[in-house]
């Protein structure tokens, strides 16, 4: 079993509301804790983003939960209503990911006893926000996320599993019913990887000049993404398409297995060059032999097919996959631009910082 980033601070804040709360004398401590598990965020920026949703949050549910217990007192339906109210209110404001928590919030006020409801409401309110504070301060103090490591490392390892079967794929060695499963895996595996980005993204530096070379990274890890995203559409066209291509001319199809050896190795590079296991200059070869692979491979499909050396229906079937490998060349050669201008220029604000796995 392994332990992330989130769940240790979950803990982290669990803990933390505890014992402020106890310190304090707030009973019962375990509303602090409860507020704290829906308040940890993945990330510093969001957790500054959210703080101030979810204390106008709390204070909404907070004031209506006290004016309906006052006005109705504290039967069940009174609750129902009032937890109604509060996500059509929080909907109404845009603030859907604090919900929870407001909810919370308004169910342990409202089933505070009778007789001195207001100081018991008070007190619970504050046992939120303990909670609420508690999740801040780990957010912001405690194990800081490595999105730009685990982005990078989920790229890469997605990568490092379509080269394999489109390799198989092009040489007709691959096995389809285990094909299937891993195109599966893989396209859940963008899912995640576009969340992280997301994530990466929202990540913000501590001081201004750090800003822009820090958007420099997002804008090369943006294209790391869609040129995987890309070389993923071709696995998906090759196993789509592979009896087309079987039918193929020999000509045509080892050439394309050649391109598509050529480029996988250029992607190869390019993303060990950000690791600095390569040197800048060491794809410059390797561009100008996908440039003019590119501009052949579409001479020779368009010579076959004027040739009548492919039968139509083949030609207009296969013609996609030709489509998405100049595609996939193109995107190579602009994440390679990019990573070429990444150590270009502000070679001192970014420095690269990925480690091993964790």
């Known amino acids: 079993m392994r332990l992330g980033a989130r769940i240790l601070k979950t803990g982290l804040a ?12 707030f009973e019962p401590a375990v509303y602090a804790a409860m507020a704290a598990v829906f308040a940890v965020q993945p990330s510093v920026y969001r957790s500054f983003m959210t703080i101030l949703d979810q204390v106008q949050a709390n204070v909404i549910s907070a004031v209506l939960a006290v004016v309906f217990v006052l006005s109705f007192g504290h ?6 209503v009032v937890v109604v109210l509060v996500i059509a209110i929080n909907l109404k404001l845009g603030k859907e990911a604090i919900i929870p928590l407001a909810v919370v919030t308004a169910i342990i006020i409202m089933e505070a006893p009778s007789e001195n409801f207001i100081e018991f409401a008070a007190s619970r309110f504050l046992l939120v926000m303990i909670g609420v504070g508690a999740s801040f301060l780990v957010n912001l103090v405690f194990l800081p996320p490595k999105h730009e490591n685990h982005l990078y490392h989920k790229i890469s390892d997605a990568n490092e599993e379509i080269i394999q079967w489109i390799r198989l794929l092009t040489r007709h060695e691959a096995e389809y ?13 963008m899912v995640k990887m576009d ?38 559409r071709i696995l998906r066209s090759l196993s789509r398409h592979e009896n087309n291509m079987q039918r193929m001319p020999d000509e045509l199809q080892d050439f ?5 050896d050529d480029l996988m190795n250029y992607h190869e590079r390019i993303m060990l060059k950000y690791m600095g296991k390569v040197r800048p200059q060491t794809t410059d070869d390797l561009y100008e032999e996908v440039e003019i692979g590119k501009r052949q491979l579409t001479d020779l499909f368009f ?30 050669e602009h994440l390679d631009k990019l990573m070429d201008s990444f150590f270009k220029y502000h070679k001192d604000d970014n420095e690269v910082k990925i480690s091993e796995r964790d």
Do not use: C
């Not at 039967?75 to 129902?80: A, N, R």
């Not at 800003?211 to 070389?231: D, G």
């Not at 394309?256 to 598509?260: A, D, G, K, S, T």
């Open 75 to 80: 039967e069940p339906f009174v609750v129902g």
């Open 177 to 189: 019913n285990t094909l299937k499963r891993d195109l599966k895996k893989l396209k859940d595996a």
């Open 195 to 232: 969340n992280i980005f997301l994530l990466y993204k929202d990540e913000r530096t501590y001081f201004p000049k750090n800003e822009y070379p820090r958007m420099r990274k997002v804008v090369l890890f943006r294209q790391m993404l869609y040129t995987s995203k890309k070389s993923l």
């Open 256 to 260: 394309i297995r050649l391109q598509l």
């Open 303 to 332: 010579k076959l097919h004027e040739d009548k050396e492919m039968d139509r229906d083949d030609w207009i079937h296969f013609f996609p996959v030709v489509a998405l490998v100049v595609e996939y060349s193109e995107e190579l």
């Open 14 to 25: 669990i803990t933390l509301a505890l014992y402020v709360a106890t310190w304090l004398g």
